[in-house]
């Protein structure tokens, strides 16, 4: 399991937060900016410590409720709704988000703020269009009452309680 976390994350994560990222820099012409940064700084940081934070918890209730990954040749057995995934129906995506959005405040980049649009409105396109339709033919009725009551990129405020019977 370990190799094929290793592997969803050097391919997935790891192509769009630092291989994307590092040639727009590169191919821009990037040069560190100039003048009093600390609050894009720290704000930047945040952001990545925040969505690393998110990331790792989401990628170990995959592992450990879902018997899966996030990969499209590993998915998970099991449909996950705890944690994160009680407020609203995408956190990975949304742990990607927050890196990539202190990764463009961190280098004052705006080939950076360009490259998180495009990546969000892909995923606002795949999600509903791709991955939702495959969700509902894995887990059917359970899948479709979770995705009526948790949202799918705005968390909820309070958790949402799943089917007491089942152990999410």
Known sequence: MV????????????????????????????????????????????????????????MRLFATRGQGTAAPWNPPRRLVVAGPYRHVRNPMITSVLAMLSGEALLMGSAALAIWLGVFFLANALYFPLKEEKELERRFGGEYLEYKKHVPRWLPRLTAWTPFPWADH
């Open 3 to 58: 190799a094929a976390w290793i592997r969803t994350i050097v391919i997935l994560p790891g192509t769009v937060l630092v291989t994307v990222p590092a040639l727009l820099l590169y191919f821009t012409g990037y040069g560190w900016p100039e003048g009093e940064r600390l609050p894009e700084i720290i704000g930047g940081i945040a952001l990545i410590a925040a969505g690393l934070f998110l990331a790792a918890w989401t």
